[in-house]
């Protein structure tokens, strides 16, 4: 059984920066894509980023396009999400989720097999 736990969010002024993490544990990491989504209260789940099980292939929602950066460390076991340029739009609690690579897709949230709990993230004006 994949346990995620991510950290790092917070409370922050539009145009600062936060680093996100996210932990695996349970699983050999190297044998999973990973990615991260954000819900906002009122909204459904929404793709930000994804990376493959090498690092080779990533994804990213055009409105992060440019101003996040997905990463991975696999002798960490741990995924990451560089966020600047924040706007209070990217408000929202963000989540990591895995899945055993080899998928065709990894952008939506019915392609991921396991979810940490969020982490939340709030910009202000």
């Known amino acids: 059984q994949v346990q995620l736990v991510e950290s790092g969010g917070g409370s922050v002024q539009a145009g600062d920066s936060l680093r996100l993490s996210c932990a695996a544990s349970?699983?050999?990491?190297?044998?999973?894509?990973m990615g991260w989504f954000r819900q906002a209260p009122g909204k459904e789940r929404e793709f930000v980023a994804a990376?493959?099980?090498?690092?080779?292939?990533?994804y990213y929602t055009d409105s992060v396009k440019g101003r996040f950066t997905i990463s991975r460390e696999n002798g960490m076991n741990t995924l990451y999400l560089q966020m600047t340029s924040l706007k209070p739009e990217d408000t929202a609690v963000y989540l990591c989720?895995?899945?055993?690579?080899?998928?065709?897709?990894?952008?939506?949230?019915?392609?991921?097999?396991?979810w940490g709990q969020g982490t939340q993230v709030t910009v202000s004006s």
């Open positions: 989720a895995t899945t055993l690579r080899g998928r065709t897709s990894i952008v939506h949230p019915s392609d991921y097999s396991y």
């Open positions: 349970g699983g050999t990491f190297s044998l999973y894509d």
């Open positions: 990376i493959s099980w090498s690092g080779g292939r990533k």
